[in-house]
T-cell receptor, first 114, second 113 residues
């Protein structure tokens, strides 16, 4: 099936540092998403992104979070500064169209904030 | 509200039997309901979905049912195999954009040989 790639697979950083998570979505997809999963729990929606803009974000998408996709490169999630509670697996997803279309998830980035 | 309730949280079945997972949602505007299978350390993989213009969908040993009046949808795995053992998540689309997925808490399915 369609492949979403994420770099890195693991990231360990000290609290207060900045981190950027990278996502390479399916090539012809237009809608991009970030979800957060804490161990043993379900995926939780953070943000969706289309045509260069954030469409919708959840309460989990704190002021320290930002997303962008400059000129068709990686779709990125930046956290600055990081906090202990940001430790989780972050999944990127993409879909061809918006409402009611399949979202394909990447392998995730495991972020550990010390 | 934006909750998706999912039951049961743990399901143990014998190989060859069927397994059923049930979910309910709150917003009548939700119109897309995917099911994902997630194995340990892996990403969630879409296994089947249903849209609100359908009541039933079947593919490769999977059946999903949707009852819009009751705001309830379910996944039925027929003839389970040990390879079906995994976490299963239901989800419903929410939000002004209509493509925000809210996930249930997950069901850990264990199929015994």
């Amino acid at each position: 099936g369609p492949k979403v790639l994420q770099i890195p697979s693991h990231q360990i950083i000290d609290m207060g540092q900045m981190v950027t998570l990278n996502c390479d979505p399916v090539s012809n997809h237009l809608y991009f998403y970030w979800y957060k999963q804490i161990l043993g729990q379900q995926m939780e929606f953070l943000v969706n992104f289309y045509n260069g803009k954030v469409m919708e974000k959840s309460k989990l998408f704190k002021d320290q979070f930002s997303v962008e996709r400059p000129d068709g490169s990686y779709f990125t999630l930046k956290i600055q500064p990081t906090a202990l509670e940001d430790s989780a697996v972050y999944f990127c997803a993409s879909s061809l169209k918006g409402q009611g279309w399949e979202q394909y998830f990447g392998p995730g980035t495991r972020l550990t904030v010390l | 509200g934006e909750q998706v309730e999912q039951l049961p949280s743990i399901l143990r079945v014998q190989e060859g039997s069927s397994a059923s997972i049930n979910c309910t949602y709150e917003n009548s505007a939700s119109n897309y309901f995917p099911w994902y299978k997630q194995e340990p350390g892996e990403n969630p993989k879409l296994i089947i979905d249903i849209r609100s213009n359908m009541e039933r969908k079947q593919t490769q040993g999977l059946i999903v049912l949707l009852d819009k009046k009751a705001k309830r949808f379910s996944l039925h795995i027929t003839d389970t195999q040990p390879g079906d053992s995994a976490m299963y998540f239901c989800a419903a689309s929410y939000g002004s954009s209509g493509n925000k997925l809210i996930f249930g808490i997950g069901t850990l399915l264990s199929v015994k040989p």
